[in-house]
């Protein structure tokens, strides 16, 4: 994945994107490389160090996820799920308005 695909998954700029890989590959978490169909893009790979914490955060996420889900009933994550859902619609039409003007 490219620097810049990723910061427009993540919704930042690609300037905060950088700060943030530049710490994570002086702490060995993942590595760029030029990309060799375009050499002015880099690809990010995730190493061995940043796998593993990735199970570790994606292990810490399912289990408050579990919790989460336990105090709410089958009918409220329904409308809990909807309602983020039309949160998210609402605010991709504003920034795709916003985006026109």
Do not use: W, Y
């Not at 910061?7 to 690609?14: E, K, S, V």
């Not at 409308?79 to 920034?95: I, M, N, P, Y």
């Amino acid at each position: 994945m490219s620097s810049r695909e990723l910061a427009d998954r993540m919704g930042i700029r690609p300037a905060s994107l950088t700060e943030m890989l530049n710490r994570l590959e002086t702490d060995g978490i993942l590595t760029r490389q030029p990309d060799p169909a375009d050499q002015r893009r880099n690809r990010i790979f995730i190493q061995e160090k940043g796998a593993v914490l990735l199970k570790k955060m994606k292990a810490v996420r399912q289990t408050e996820r579990e919790h989460i889900n336990k105090s709410l009933t089958l009918d409220e994550q329904e409308q809990f799920v909807a309602l983020c859902e039309k949160l998210t619609k609402s605010l991709e039409d504003f920034r795709n308005q916003a985006g026109e003007q």
